[in-house]
């Protein structure tokens, strides 16, 4: 254990860990247990995770506090604590159209694919001969958060093209007359949204 320290000190926590999953014969014991690939999943993810982790912290200690605080609180809508295992690439998965990109999928289901989220701050840029600017609308004026709303919705485009273009072999559009509060009018807000600017030209419609 000595040289695995000095393994983890010179090298790594991960090339430590490495060293002892090869030294001990840690791969093959694992598999042969009852779910045995996802246990040495298991191991090899966290040797990257904690790696990762240990260029932002100071020392050993500190990393085995981050690891003891990650194992007490684990939080399942962390990218970084979802277990993964290739042989599980034909189940389904949820991922952000964000995290998606790059990526294709047999199948793609964007069931929310009418949701949007108004801006809400007056923050958005304009372009000047130094480049962009960042310009913050402290009195909140219409006009700002107007364009505020316009880099939301080409946002909200891009984001579209990158959903509707993951999958292989079919696509699936949950599509609705979206409607914001709890309003009767027969106008819906579905223009607001990236697919319903596109179907409905940014025009407003009814049910």
Known sequence: F???RKIWHRRGVLAMLRALLHRRNLASSLLASPYGERRLTNFLHLGELLQQV???LDGEYALLRWLGEAVSRPNGQDAEQVLRLESERKLVQIV????SKGLEYPLVFLPFICSHRT???PLYHEADKA????ILDLTGADSSLA??????LAEDLRLLYVALTRGVYATWL?????????GKSEKTDLHHTAIGY???KGEEGDA
């Open 2 to 4: 000595m040289e695995y």
């Open 54 to 56: 240990s260029s932002e």
């Open 96 to 99: 952000t159209i964000h995290k």
């Open 119 to 121: 801006a809400e701050t």
């Open 131 to 134: 480049g962009n600017r960042t």
């Open 147 to 152: 364009e505020a709303d316009r880099e939301r």
């Open 174 to 182: 949950g599509l609705a007359p979206v409607r914001a509060g709890a």
């Open 198 to 200: 596109l179907l409905q």
